[in-house]
Structures are given as structure tokens and as C-alpha cells.
Nanobody, 115 residues
Framework: QVQLVESGGGLVQSGGSLRLSCAAS????????MGWYRQAPGNQRELVAT???????NYADFVKGRFTISRDNAKNTVTLQMNSLKPEDTAVYYC?????????WGQGTQVTVSS
């Protein structure tokens, strides 16, 4: 099992920045891809960004140039730096880790961007 705990969400004005962190614990060896997803009220959960164990990244088009994902394999953490936030970025952000064909999710952290 892998446990994931997110932190760093909150309320920010449009144009501001937030930094989300996710710490993995438990059976963290062999974790492959880690990533961030988000879900706004009434919407399906959608991919924001992922990063492989060797650092290959993938971003949703709507965050390219604004968000940056990074990870520290030694500390089993993944971070999402979010800049130039927009009201439409308001959502619950979830951390995900993939290990041996299974996906593990965190509880989520609320990000609210006011206009």
C-alpha cells in the first residue's frame, strides 16, 4: 500500500501562485509515475500533470507554461508549482501514484482562485 498526503492548497487571488506538495509513505519502492489531477464541482476528475520516475513530464494543455511538476525520489515527494492562477483553476487537487499496476490517491486539497 501507498499512502499519499497532499498539502499547500488554499485561497488565492487571480494571477497569484500556490505550491502543492504530496508526500508518499508505505510501500514507496517501485513507485513509477506520480501526478496531479483535479476535480471541480460538477466535473469529472482530469489530469493536470504527471512525472515519471526518471523525470519525464506531461501537462494538460490548460496548464502549460503556468504549472510545473517536480519530484524528489529520495524523499518520495511530488510538487506542483502553480503560477498565474485563474478562477477556472478552482478545484480539489489530488495526488496520484502508480505502482505495480495499481493507482493510489490522496485525499485531495482544495484550491480556490478568486477573481
Amino acid at each position: 500500500q501507498v499512502q499519499l498526503v497532499e498539502s499547500g492548497g488554499g485561497l488565492v487571488q487571480s494571477g497569484g501562485s500556490l505550491r502543492l506538495s504530496c508526500a508518499a509513505s508505505g510501500s514507496t519502492f517501485s513507485i513509477n509515475t506520480m501526478g496531479w489531477y483535479r476535480q471541480a464541482p460538477g466535473n469529472q476528475r482530469e489530469l493536470v500533470a504527471t512525472i515519471s520516475r526518471i523525470g519525464n513530464t506531461n501537462y494538460a494543455d490548460f496548464v502549460k507554461g503556468r504549472f510545473t511538476i517536480s519530484r524528489d525520489n529520495a524523499k518520495n515527494t511530488v510538487t506542483l508549482q502553480m503560477n498565474s492562477l485563474k478562477p477556472e483553476d478552482t478545484a480539489v487537487y489530488y495526488c496520484k501514484a502508480a505502482r505495480n499496476g495499481r493507482d493510489f490517491w490522496g485525499q485531495g486539497t482544495q484550491v480556490t482562485v478568486s477573481s
